[in-house]
């Protein structure tokens, strides 16, 4: 099976900007998060799709947005970005409750 | 709140010495999993396993061996024979509904 895809894999964007990031879920696997990771705060959950509803949802503004389509493939969003938005933006697929398998990530700077 | 501690945050060895990561985890749940995640330089998480809260057995995989005490709440990752390829950052991950990860452990295996 292929494994979780994302992308892009790098991104610059400006303060003020919004960015979309996208994630393919491992053939099968309904259920998508979405984290953060950052040096200072390290892994942050921000949210997590099942059949297209939000199960789950971090500690995050609302800036931070997200959906999933009827094929599991996921978008997170992020409107008026600002400095400290950047990091590297992790998603994971999952089938139900079980490990999670992570993608390379987005890498989102921005300036 | 469940809360998931790290309390290593970097560990040198030598290569062929054993070493153990700790985790201890805060919850009241009864029902619940942990995990060990793995992030070698290049980023990418890699599970390592899975453990429900009510199979308390010892696992070991390899050079790998886990011990799970619920009395203590912790459950501690050791690596056997260690190998300048285990160098990476590792994450435990305790889920229920969420998930929370630990801050991370970077282990540097020097050869």
């Known amino acids: 099976k292929a494994g979780v895809t994302q992308t892009p894999r790098y991104l610059i964007k400006t303060r003020g900007q919004q960015v979309t990031l996208s994630c393919s879920p491992i053939s099968g696997h309904r259920s998508v998060s979405w984290y953060q990771q950052t040096p200072g705060q390290g892994l942050q959950f921000l949210f997590e799709?099942?059949?297209?509803?939000?199960?789950n949802k971090g500690n995050f503004p609302g800036r931070f947005s997200g959906r999933q389509f009827s094929n599991s493939r996921s978008e997170m969003n992020v409107s008026t970005l600002e400095l400290g938005d950047s990091a590297l933006y992790l998603c994971a697929s999952s089938f139900e409750t079980d490990e999670q398998y992570f993608g390379p990530g987005t890498r989102l700077t921005v300036t | 709140a469940q809360k998931v501690t790290q309390a290593q945050t970097e560990i040198s060895v030598v290569e062929k010495e054993d070493v153990t990561l700790d985790c201890v985890y805060e919850t009241r749940d009864t029902t619940y999993y942990l995990f060990w995640y793995k992030q070698p330089p290049s980023g990418e998480l890699v599970f390592l396993i899975r453990r429900n809260s009510f199979d308390e057995q010892n696992e070991i995989s390899g050079r790998y061996s886990w011990n799970f005490q619920k009395s203590t709440s912790s459950f501690n990752f050791t690596i056997t024979a260690s190998q300048v390829v285990d160098s990476a950052v590792y994450f435990c991950v305790y889920n229920f509904n969420k998930f929370y990860f630990g801050s991370g452990t970077k282990l540097n295996v020097k050869p």
């Open positions: 799709y099942f059949s297209e509803t939000q199960r």
